[in-house]
């Protein structure tokens, strides 16, 4: 089986990606634009043109996201970022709550356009400090997943992915998933919580369809990719998550069983994708 990379990021000058398409292991990959917010964890991201040329380059292999900045941008904006090939859109670290109504009118686009966006939800990693100059926030607080669920309620035909599940606030997000239609999540960065994923994904939704949570959550690793660690890392990552699918989810559970195990690596994103790209 291959994986679908739903959630990633790309460095600048990125090394290896041949590599990362030629593998085997992945039959497509979103990239996340964060050249909006600078570098992070050592890895400076991309610009737009390079993220947009690595699609172009490799004929369907990556998908991009646009970045979002919530605070600045106007709904034209968002025309633009679909113009230029971005499928989707990707906020990070905004001044506001997720749900504050100043942003209402960009997710009127997004959902008019169509295109998902995937909100960033909990713990984050820690930033340069303030220097009084900032434009963008500190902390998680306005990242937690309970403001997705407004958002959802106002833009029920927006496709709204909440990456990581939003630790420490899980339940906030098992709440999402449980009630929301058009909120469904990525599970990058969730290893501290696996052991709750053994219970979560069997249970059923009550969001007007006759899903179980492993049909809202899906695959991602949220790499860097393009330095050799992150590139590297993915390839484990996916090896991990396979053998956890295997060996635990495959003995115990319902979701382990095959077809309910290719939802997760691969059909839920596709699931997903049919709804932004025909
Ligand atoms: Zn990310």
Redesign the pocket.
């Known amino acids: 089986m291959k994986f679908i990379d739903a ?3 790309l460095c600048h000058n990125a090394k290896g990606i041949d590599a990362i398409v030629d593998s085997g292991v992945f039959e497509q990959i979103w990239l ?1 634009d ?1 050249s909006g917010v600078g570098s992070l964890g050592g890895c400076e991201f991309a610009t737009q043109e390079e993220l947009l040329r690595t699609v172009r380059d490799y004929d369907g292999f990556f998908l991009a996201f646009g970045f979002l900045d919530l605070d600045h941008a106007v709904p034209g904006d968002i025309d633009r970022l679909r113009d230029l090939g971005f499928v989707g859109l ?1 906020p ?1 670290k905004q001044l506001k709550a997720y749900s504050d109504p100043a942003y209402f009118p960009l997710y009127q686009r997004a959902q008019e356009l169509k295109m998902p966006i ?1 909100f ?1 939800t909990g713990l984050i990693a820690q930033s340069t400090p303030s220097d009084g100059r900032y434009t963008h926030a500190f902390g998680p607080e306005n990242m937690r997943p309970i403001h997705l669920a407004a958002i959802a309620e106002a833009f029920p035909e927006l496709q709204i992915i909440g ?2 599940q939003g630790w420490p606030w899980m339940e906030e997000m098992e709440h999402n998933l449980y009630y929301y239609r058009n909120i469904t999540g990525d599970i ?2 969730y290893l501290r919580s696996v052991p709750k994923l053994n219970e979560i994904l069997d249970r059923r939704v009550h969001d007007g369809t006759d899903r179980y949570f492993n049909e809202k959550l899906h695959f991602a690793t ?1 790499e860097f990719y393009g330095n050799e660690g992150s590139n590297a890392r993915a390839l484990r990552l996916a090896k991990f998550w396979e053998s956890y699918f295997e060996f635990v989810g495959g003995l115990y559970y319902r979701w382990g069983r095959p077809e309910e195990q290719e939802k997760f690596f691969r059909g839920n994103a596709i699931e997903l994708r049919s709804h932004f790209c025909k």
Do not use: E, F, R
Request: hydrophobic content about 30%; cysteine-free.
């Open positions: 959630h990633a990021h996340m964060l990707k990070y995937l960033h990456g990581h990058s960065g949220d």
